[in-house]
């Protein structure tokens, strides 16, 4: 069963948006918000305190989360 994936899991800078608990994140190529590097940190690995995170879910909050902070802050992204 996976764990639940909360808004507060997730940091997110200029620098890119992680996922604190798998270490999980993408960070932005300088000057083009939508391109990027993806780390899949430890999604998909099976964690030794039980949490397991659906990766598809992750990613796609991530996403989410991501473009709402771009959108909130075009004067990092332009």
Do not use: C
């Amino acid at each position: 069963m996976s764990t639940l994936i909360r808004r507060d899991q997730f940091e997110i800078t200029p620098e890119g948006i992680t996922h604190k608990p798998t270490d999980a994140g993408f960070m932005p190529y300088p000057g083009d918000s939508k391109s990027g590097t993806m780390r899949l940190g430890q999604l998909g690995n099976s964690s030794p305190n039980r949490h397991d995170y659906n990766s598809e879910e992750v990613q796609r909050i991530m996403h989410e989360l991501w473009a709402e902070y771009v959108s909130a802050n075009p004067q990092y992204f332009r």
